[in-house]
């Protein structure tokens, strides 16, 4: 089953605009993940963030974790062309043995 | 090699029919996952190993899987009698250890079509 959902499924903007990905997940974890997965095949891990933080950047990337309301969300700043890609959150369960559960995606489609 | 190796990329076989899928993890990873992930859905857990044990199976459909990692290193997908319903795209991931707090690194899958 999966863990995570993300909000919104499709996402289309302009080159340059901010974009903003959601995801709720159900029970405690560990850590919350984002992936990037170009054309259906191998995912590339965007950044980590752990149940104790709050907020991380990574270059354009921004991720908030609020383990109160069980969310995240994903910020890509001045975004271009080639960020266009299918984006998924992650999650390590705080008590199960290590799985990383994902959620649905959301497909981000960036318009030069 | 540099990162996680998948083969073949493309598998097409026939309803019933036995297949193997493998996966060559990064070198000196111990966790070793896979998935399955079909079109427009997110990639769905099937098994993680820990070494050479299976940490967590509970990912996997039916009795027809069953994946192996008899050194710690290569893993092997196994599904027999495959039906329609097994077509995907079949991920392998591994991380560096049993720490939670570590990324995953994902090979490019395997293409899985049941005719």
């Known amino acids: 089953s999966q863990q995570g959902e993300e909000d919104p499924q499709a996402l289309s903007i302009q080159e340059g605009e901010n974009a903003t990905m959601n995801c709720s997940y159900k029970t405690s974890i560990n850590n919350l993940q984002w992936y990037r997965q170009n054309s259906g095949r191998g995912l590339v891990h965007l950044i980590l963030i752990r149940s104790n933080e709050r907020e991380k950047h990574s270059g354009r990337l921004r991720v908030t974790l609020d383990t109160s309301k069980k969310s995240s969300s994903l910020l890509i700043t001045a975004s271009r062309a080639a960020d266009t890609a299918s984006y998924f959150c992650?999650?390590?369960?705080?008590?199960?043995?290590?799985?990383?559960?994902f959620g649905q995606g959301t497909t981000l489609q960036v318009k030069p | 090699g540099a990162g996680v190796s998948q083969t073949p990329s493309n598998k097409v076989t026939e309803k019933g029919k036995y297949v193997e899928l493998r996966c060559d993890p990064i070198?000196?990873?111990?966790?070793l996952y896979w998935y399955r992930q079909s079109l427009g859905q997110g990639p769905e857990f099937l098994i993680y190993?820990?070494?050479?044990?299976?940490?967590?199976d509970s990912g996997l459909p039916n009795d027809r899987f069953f994946a192996v990692r008899p050194e710690g290193s290569v893993s092997t997908l196994k599904i027999q009698r495959t039906e329609r319903g097994d077509s995907a795209v079949y991920l392998c991931a591994s991380s560096l250890n049993n720490i939670l707090n570590t990324e995953a690194f994902f090979g490019q899958g395997t293409r899985l079509t049941v005719v």
């Open positions: 992650a999650t390590h369960g705080s008590s199960n043995t290590g799985k990383l559960i």
């Open positions: 070198s000196g990873h111990t966790a």
């Open positions: 190993f820990q070494g050479t044990g299976a940490a967590d």
